[in-house]
């Protein structure tokens, strides 16, 4: 059995775990923030809708992780330990991306303001991921 393989599937699968539950919590509170617009007889914003997909980003990345450790020239040692905390780390940036977008429905349900401050946050929490895959690739490459 090849070790780098199960790297590749670690950066995928754990990546795209992060990015289910994230997507999950941030759909179940835009929901949850729609159902209260349309109670209390304000408009529902369908921004909302950027914000549960916000951690699906996350996926991709696994998905490149995934292809950089396939193209790599590196052990399979180094290929299974990137794959596996380098995955692990875009799930838990998808993972928090997630509970600040259902944060951010909350907020924006409650109140109708702050959409750029709340896509701001979300953006600083998909850096995490985007710094993960860079340094990653830098990692396999040296």
Do not use: H, R
């Amino acid at each position: 059995m090849n070790l780098a393989f199960l790297g590749m599937a670690a950066a995928l699968g754990l990546s795209a775990t992060g990015s289910a539950f994230g997507a999950g919590f941030a759909g179940m509170a835009s929901v949850g923030a729609w159902k209260k617009c349309y109670a209390s007889g304000k408009p529902a914003p369908f921004i909302m809708i950027a914000f549960s997909g916000a951690p699906l980003t996350q996926t991709i990345y696994g998905f490149l992780l995934m292809n950089f450790i396939n193209s790599a020239n590196c052990d399979a040692g180094m290929a299974l330990g990137v794959g596996i905390f380098g995955g692990l780390a875009i799930g838990m940036s998808a993972l928090f991306q997630g509970k600040a977008a259902a944060a951010s429905a909350d907020a924006l349900g409650a109140t109708g303001k702050g959409t750029a401050n709340y896509f701001i946050v979300i953006g600083i929490v998909e850096t995490v991921a985007l710094f993960t895959l860079v340094f990653s690739l830098l990692l396999l490459n040296s």
